[in-house]
Structures are given as C-alpha cells and as structure tokens.
C-alpha cells in the first residue's frame, strides 16, 4: 500500500516566512512602546528581518536582490525611512527590470536611515557608498531603472544570497526632518539625539550582525550634523 506523499516546506520558504513574521512582530511592538530609543530599537529589528527576506529572495528566485531605501527629500512621508526589496526579472510581456517583491516598509517616525555614517570610513573602509543608488517608480510590479521615479538608495545581494558589499554598515539613527519655504528637506541630528544610533553589519554570506554601541559605528560623529 503506497502511503501519500506530503509537500514540506523548503528552507528558503521558512527563511522567507520567518522574516515577514519578524517585521510584522516589530510593527506591533512600535505601537506600545514610546520614545526615540524604543523606536531605535524596533527599527533595527524591522530592518534586520526586511535584510532577511532580501536574502531569501536571492536565494529562492536566484536572481540579483536590492533592498531600497527612500531618498527623494521632497516626499516628506518616505524620505530615508521607507524601505523596500526589488529582485531582477522580467514580466509576463518580455520587459526586464527591478520587479516589487514587497509594497514597502515605513520606519517609526522619528527614525531614519543615516547615509551619511553608513557610508564613512570604518574599520573595513568604505565599502558603501552614497553612490549606490537606483531611480525606481516603486513599488510598481516593475520597478525599472532610469531617469523617472524617486532615488533609492540600495544594498544588494548576488543570486546565491551573498552580499555584494561585505561588512558594509546600514546605520539608523534618531532625527529632525526640517523643511524649508521653498519645499526642500533635510535631516538635522540635535544634540540630544547625537548617541542615539544603532546598525546592521552586512556580512559576506549575508547574513547580518547588529551594532547596538554608537561608539562603534562612528566614534567622532557627536556633534550637530546634517546627514
């Protein structure tokens, strides 16, 4: 008598499970909990799982992966704390280009993506920069590159999950979104909110490590400063 086969889950389909359950926990932690370091806290997890399914991604589309993160200062509501994933492929009509994996993830107000650190001199050089960055019209179901849509900045990982950037830092930190008669944002770090910072390492396979101390991610970096 034959017994009936059962379908299990693959690794990579519970990698990509288990980090949308890790956003999705994080965005309900924001709710009762109040305060820049709370919201700090709660962002570096939300960006440690959203790193996650980019990885996941890769590996279960075996293609090129970016995760996004809003950099046009005219949208007020997702300048450097909106975040995304977009793999390369092409649609059901032949086009090829960076397709929407997610809709999109908001940090906690308050709370925004610091280019500026992530990309200065560190213990393993500047292996991101500033210039790492894509035009996307997201999150379209194609996303492609060019000269319309917003700037994004991006990380990327190659089709076997790796990251193209190795030891590469994402540095979040606590801020002031300050905008002007004529329309145009910037990002002010008071005094009070020099320290409060934190990071995600990205590692060769992937993977990521957490940066809780400020010290580590900057140490000269105490002053008022625009990022």
Known sequence: MKRKATKAFTLIELLVVISIILIASSIIFIGGTGGDGASLSSSQRIVSGIAQGARGQAI???AKVRLIINNDASDTERFRRFFG???EGTDANGVTGWIAATQGTYLPEGIYFDAATSS???DSGAIWSTTNT???DFPKTLAEAGTGGAE???YEFSSNGNAAAPNAYLVLRAATLLTDAGGVSELRVGDEQAFLRT??????VGSTTKVEDPE???PSDTSRITI
């Open 120 to 122: 200065a001199e560190s």
């Open 152 to 154: 994004y900045y991006y």
């Open 60 to 62: 279960l589309k075996n």
């Open 216 to 218: 580590a991610i900057d």
């Open 199 to 204: 990071g995600l390492i990205f590692r060769r």
């Open 134 to 136: 894509i035009r996307l």
């Open 85 to 87: 994933i977009v793999y």
